[in-house]
């Protein structure tokens, strides 16, 4: 019976050690989540703190936009791609690019301003290139544009039908204004590129 009592007094004690050793554990699974959670918050609330306003956000595409709009003649072919049906047009600002595929100097000290368009698709030819030129230099401005054309017909041009919009491309003159004017509505986009620079004050 003295036997009994004492395996059974044995038994509570372990069953007791058992107990409060599952207790000490969940602490510790406890101690070990609450830091985890606190660390998140802690980064949340720096990445929150870094984040500039989105008023002072600027994407990639405004950033273009905002390029394009400095030029005044962006204005001209605006209208004349509203105007007339056009391929869409990108602008060329690169200067590399334009001294080797268009043939003409971004920094020319004759261009008060410049403005090349051209549509990124390499299988279409449309372009619209203008050249503020300064007083007395409009000539020189319109021979660079020369140029561009024979290039455009005799390297650019791949296709036949390319090749026709090539040859029948127009290069000319509105005062100080030099323009080169290469799609498939050239011609009755010229006559509302004259009319908006006459409108535009040029």
């Known amino acids: 019976m003295k036997n009994k009592r004492l395996a059974l007094l044995i038994a509570g004690i372990a069953s007791v050690s ?3 050793s599952a207790c000490n554990s969940n602490n510790d699974t406890e101690s070990e989540v609450v830091p985890e959670e606190t660390t998140a918050a802690a980064e949340t609330s720096e990445i929150v703190a870094t984040q500039p306003p ?3 956000l600027m994407t990639e595409e405004a950033v273009s936009s905002e390029e394009i709009t400095e ?3 962006f204005n001209v072919v605006e209208k004349v791609t509203a105007d007339v049906e056009w391929a869409q047009l990108d602008r060329i600002s690169d200067p590399d690019i334009m001294n080797e595929f ?4 971004a920094d020319n000290e004759n261009y008060n301003d410049i403005l090349v368009m051209q549509c990124p698709m390499s299988a279409v030819i449309a372009e619209i290139i203008l050249i503020d030129a300064k007083d007395g230099q409009v000539d020189a401005a319109k021979a660079d544009l020369e140029a561009r054309k024979e290039k455009l017909i005799n ?4 296709y ?3 090749k026709t919009i090539a ?3 127009i290069v000319g003159v509105y005062n100080n204004i030099a323009y080169f004017i290469a799609g498939e509505n050239a011609a009755e986009s010229e006559q509302v590129l004259l009319k908006e620079l006459e409108n535009q004050g040029y």
């Open 160 to 162: 036949p039908d390319s």
């Open 167 to 169: 040859e029948d491309s």
């Open 102 to 105: 268009f043939k003409l100097d």
């Open 155 to 158: 390297v650019d041009a791949f």
């Open 18 to 20: 058992m107990l409060f």
């Open 54 to 56: 989105a008023d002072q």
């Open 71 to 73: 030029s005044k003649l």
